[in-house]
């Protein structure tokens, strides 16, 4: 398994390091175009509350927020609200777009996925590239990757390709992606009680002494409702998990 995992992110590095030199345009301020791939990509910016403190001497942290498949990457308000009011400037990113493939439905989902979640990868990884000059004021070397389903694999993913340019990752429900065992990347995963996730994704009680890693599942949730759309009870829920862990982290 782990020999399996090594090559499938070498593969993926090779393809990265000769796709994020590209340029870009704007479209609008919520489109960007990645022109090496033809990709106009939907994003919002949130500033954090205190905004004003950030400068390019003090810069504050950036969150990047990965929807879960099928779900818009606007309906993750409560998250985006929590890394703001913590002094995170918030890029919610969609990932798939109408000409994409559908999402693959075969097992093995760890390498019949990877395609999507490479390109997701990708996607942030131009990102990062090209906010970070437009952005001076905010430290886009020490990610904070946020992501529900398919985008907690993307992140998980990014993590364990980049896991210099990660501080922190937080998924709702992921299930397919290993969660990086990395000692300088702290991970909060919130586990919906519907759905088990696949072997090796969740780290077990060895592991869990040896990284910085907290693993809760919230009795009666359940995976699809892991979003602004679900029940209060449930969105109150993951807000305040989401904002322990940040305040946890000094």
Not at 117 to 142: C, I, M, Q
Not at 221 to 244: C, T
Request: with cysteine; proline share 4%.
């Amino acid at each position: 398994m782990q020999k399996t995992l090594k090559k499938l992110f070498i593969l993926s590095a090779l393809a990265l390091s000769t796709l994020v030199m590209s340029t870009t345009s704007y479209a609008n301020d919520n489109v960007m175009t990645d022109k090496s791939r033809n990709r106009d990509i939907p994003i919002n910016i949130t500033l954090p509350a205190n905004n004003a403190k950030c400068t390019a001497q003090a810069k504050c942290p950036v969150a990047f927020i990965n929807g879960g498949y099928g779900i818009s990457h606007n309906e993750y308000t409560f998250a985006s609200n929590v890394f703001n009011q913590r002094g995170y400037l918030t890029v919610a990113v969609a990932h798939e777009l109408k000409s994409d493939p559908y999402l693959n439905r075969e097992q093995p989902y760890l390498t019949t996925r990877m395609e999507n979640w490479h390109r997701g990868v990708v996607t942030l990884k131009f990102l990062v590239n090209e906010l970070s000059s437009k952005y001076p004021a905010y430290d886009f070397t020490k990610l904070a990757l946020f992501g529900h389903s398919n985008g907690g694999d993307i992140s998980a993913l990014y993590g364990s390709i980049y896991p210099n340019e990660v501080s922190q990752i937080i998924t709702l429900d992921h299930r397919r992606m290993l969660i990086p065992r990395n000692k300088n990347i702290r991970v909060l995963t919130l586990r919906g009680s519907d759905y088990p996730a696949d072997a090796n994704v969740l780290l077990n009680d060895s592991e869990l002494d040896k990284f910085p890693v907290t693993q809760i599942m919230i009795e009666k949730s359940r995976h699809n409702d892991m979003y602004d759309g679900g029940p209060i009870w449930l969105v109150d829920r993951m807000s305040k998990e989401v904002e322990g862990f940040l305040a946890s982290k000094n």
